[in-house]
């Protein structure tokens, strides 16, 4: 994958319209600013892009106009529910706010998603012992 990093101009447009909603958590994903909502992304940056995950309907309308396209961040690899302005500078931004505000909407309604659970560091030894049992009981 391309770990191109977003410009600073895309950064700071970023940074104004995502929503200062309390129930809206800050994080980032892959190196990129990224929004979610009960657990769930919404809105984020991907190189100069700008992502949104929309409902089914949203995507269709979305998609009708220039400059959009679905997620895809591997070649062969479609989001089925993001989509991207490819060049989000190049967008109105009341535009992007309202594509945010359907997103965020979207996203709240989503059935909350559970935190992982860490998984506890495996240390060599304890490595080496599982693998040791392991083909113990493979023999």
Not at 41 to 60: N, Q, T
Request: charged share 30%; aromatic share 8%; hydrophobic share 35%.
């Amino acid at each position: 994958m391309d770990w191109t990093k977003s410009s600073a101009e895309l950064l700071n447009l970023f940074s104004e319209l995502a929503p200062k909603d309390p129930r809206v958590q800050h994080k980032k994903m892959f190196g990129w600013p990224c929004c979610f909502v009960n657990g769930n992304l919404f809105v984020g940056l991907c190189k100069e892009s700008m992502m949104f995950r929309l409902s089914e309907k949203d995507r269709a309308s979305f998609l009708r106009l220039d400059g959009t396209a679905v997620f895809e961040p591997m070649p062969g690899r479609k989001s089925k529910a993001t989509v991207v302005f490819t060049n989000a500078l190049a967008r109105d931004r009341k535009e992007l706010g309202k594509w945010i505000d359907r997103a965020l909407d979207y996203g709240g309604a989503l059935p909350v998603k559970a935190k992982k659970k860490p998984t506890p560091a495996r240390t060599p030894a304890a490595h080496s012992q599982a693998s040791r049992r392991a083909s113990r009981s493979r023999s």
